[in-house]
């Protein structure tokens, strides 16, 4: 499922290129030559590892057998949920995937998520497992644009939060 989803995660870029900070490509002497598409001018940024979750997700996007461990350890964590204000309880932000599906983008440290969004873009911290939860029925991209990054369908959204918190868990409100 993971496997799926990050493919699926990088097909998502390559469909929404506005998410990606490109640059637009070089005009060529030929006017005949075609200029190829957006979709393949999408290159996912690489980020250094600051934080045991985002360690955990790199090894999960190499290893299989580590993505449980990283499930458990993201619904455990805190991450940052981008949100449409900065008011305590502002609905997330939604951004294009792909057709008419919608994404609500997670963040697992402040630095991606300014780099990607801007130093003032709203955001909320709380758990992995309260941000799915309130997200709902939608689409989560995490780590939007950077490799790795992952986005999950809401069945996979689902899947997680049908992992049972453990006993040490810090719970939505930590």
Not at 17 to 29: E, G, I, L, M
Not at 34 to 43: E, F, G, I, L, N
Not at 121 to 134: F, W
Request: a positive charge; zero cysteines.
């Amino acid at each position: 499922m993971l496997r799926r989803s990050l493919a699926i995660g990088v097909f998502a870029l390559m469909v929404g290129p506005a998410w990606a900070q490109t640059t637009a490509p070089a005009q060529t002497s030929a006017p005949s030559a075609p200029t190829p598409p957006a979709a393949q001018q999408v290159q996912l940024q690489p980020y250094e590892a600051t934080n045991a979750l985002e360690r955990s997700f790199e090894a999960a996007y190499r290893s299989e057998a580590m993505r449980p461990a990283f499930r458990r350890q993201f619904l455990e964590s805190h991450v940052f949920l981008v949100t449409q204000s900065n008011a305590p309880d502002a609905p997330a932000l939604l951004r294009p995937l792909r057709g008419n599906d919608r994404a609500a983008l997670i963040f697992t440290n402040t630095e991606l998520l300014e780099r990607r969004m801007g130093p003032s873009a709203p955001r909320v911290s709380l758990t992995g497992r309260a941000a799915l939860q309130r997200l709902g029925q939608h689409h989560v991209a995490i780590n939007i644009g950077y490799d790795p990054m992952l986005v999950l369908d809401p069945a996979g959204v689902a899947d997680f939060l049908g992992i049972p918190a453990t006993r040490d868990s810090a719970g939505p409100s930590q």
